[in-house]
């Protein structure tokens, strides 16, 4: 009887869950680069990739699918005086939850205060514009010849370091469903023209809205629990 209803909860759970919404924003990336934009046009700014070699120390994979986005910032600033390569997405929040996603930055500004490329990742609607993540060579090294900070950052050969593993970014967009909103992914050399012979690379992937669980989702797992209990209180005294 006890494994018939925890199946049963776990089944009426699993139906008041609302299913994850990321195939409308091409969030991991299965299509390529399918609708996204990148500011300057150069296609080699922007790829998808199954895995991102970065030896001779580790090997970036996807947190979801079989592909994730870089965004890099090499050479944007090389001829003109752009600054930033942006990649973003325009849509339709559609539903309430939370709006999350995977990044982790790389850069070859290591050791070098004159250089602190930096990338963010915003959110813009009707009343502004959200920083969801902010990172910079500064937060991987706080100055020249110092340690690399601790549980964040790793070294990559002569001059690449980045953050240690996938994080994640966050934002409840419930208040804005209907609207229309942009979700951008920055990456900036600094300050034109210092850092034209850096590069930096922001990898992105998992992005999706996922539906906070209704209140009856947590009714259902009280009351099953709760009968769950009451089952092996009978039993004991049986």
Known sequence: MKKNILTILVAAAAAAIPAVSRAQLNGSFESGTNNWVNSTGDSYLFNTYSSLGVSP??????TAGSQFAVISDSGVNLY???????VSQT???????????????LTDGYDNDAYNPNATITLTDGAG????ASIARSDLQASAGAPLSSGTAYQVGDRLI??????????DVSSLVGQSVTLAFN???GS??????????????NLQVAPAPEPTTFAVLAGGFG??????????KS
Do not use: C
């Not at 023209?193 to 930096?200: F, L």
């Open 57 to 62: 120390f580790t090997t970036i994979n996807p």
């Open 80 to 86: 003109d005086g752009v600054d930033t390569e942006t």
């Open 91 to 105: 849509f339709t929040v559609s539903s309430a939850g939370i709006l999350s996603l995977n990044y982790r930055f």
């Open 129 to 132: 514009t959200q920083t969801l």
């Open 162 to 171: 980045g953050q240690n593993a996938w994080q994640t970014a966050s934002y």
């Open 187 to 189: 990456v900036s050399e």
């Open 192 to 205: 034109y023209p210092n850092d034209s012979g850096i590069t930096s690379e922001l990898a992105v992937d």
């Open 227 to 236: 009968m769950l209990a009451l089952v092996n209180l009978h039993r004991k």
